[in-house]
């Protein structure tokens, strides 16, 4: 039982180091050959788990030539257009300026109903309302409003907008100080506990503790269990 339990560790380390090798995209996002990598190294990983008389390493060394292999294909379809477009293809217009293109919807197996999701996630009701529909390389549906029904920005209204604060950074989370935010932000404990005392709360109650380049601050307290 306690092999069992080591090799399951060992091998569930493997997988999650080749996985964040290959890169951090969601499943949806997967291009076809990354799918097919990531399908066949959880394969691969699950042999040694059921035969106890194989060798770890048979397992993992094909789950690390498959990532390697990944990795160059990556590598050549940065530097060849050509090569990108027979392994991942090319994004398929199918609605252009309200037009539905009846042959790249049969070619391509999008249904309909398939667009009118993408449509109400876009907020987009009619048909014709859409500039562009595009199936993209990894099979998400882009939908484009027209430019007339899009979302007027600031500048077009010529409104004017306060600077933004950049990106918040956590000083705080679960009731513990976050160090290397603190020294990026140039923050000691004295001031990380003056900004506490604005709260009137102490550490070990802050569930979460934030501050964006403009020193403007937010607190989150722990809920009591």
């Known amino acids: 039982m306690a092999i069992s339990v080591l090799r399951c560790f060992i091998l569930y380390i493997a997988v999650v180091v080749a996985v964040r090798i290959m890169g951090k995209r969601q499943i949806g996002e997967l291009q076809p050959s990354e799918l097919v990598i990531t399908i066949m190294i959880s394969e ?4 040694p788990l059921q035969d106890l008389n194989m060798p770890l390493i048979w397992g993992i060394m094909p789950m690390f030539l498959m990532v390697a292999l990944e990795l160059l294909m990556s590598f050549i379809t940065l530097k060849s257009i050509r090569f990108r477009a027979f392994c991942y293809g090319r994004p398929i217009l199918l609605i252009y300026q309200g037009v539905i293109n009846q042959g790249e919807l ?8 398939d667009i009118m999701e993408a449509m109400r996630g876009n907020n987009i009701l009619r048909i014709e309302d859409i500039q562009m529909a595009v199936l993209e390389t990894n099979g998400t549906l882009s939908v484009i409003p027209k430019p007339e029904l899009s979302p007027p920005a600031a500048k077009d209204l010529h409104v004017s907008i306060p600077p933004d604060g950049g990106i918040p950074v956590i000083l705080v989370m679960d009731g513990k100080k976050v160090k290397k935010n603190l020294l990026a932000k140039q923050l000691d404990d004295g001031a990380l506990t003056h900004i506490l005392k604005g709260y009137q709360v102490a550490i070990r109650d802050v569930f979460m503790l934030t501050i964006d380049d403009h020193g403007k601050t937010f607190m989150v307290k722990r809920e009591k269990r």
Do not use: H, I, P, Y
């Not at 049969?106 to 109903?113: D, P």
């Open 44 to 47: 691969l990983a699950a042999l």
């Open 106 to 113: 049969l070619k391509t197996r999008v249904s309909m109903e």
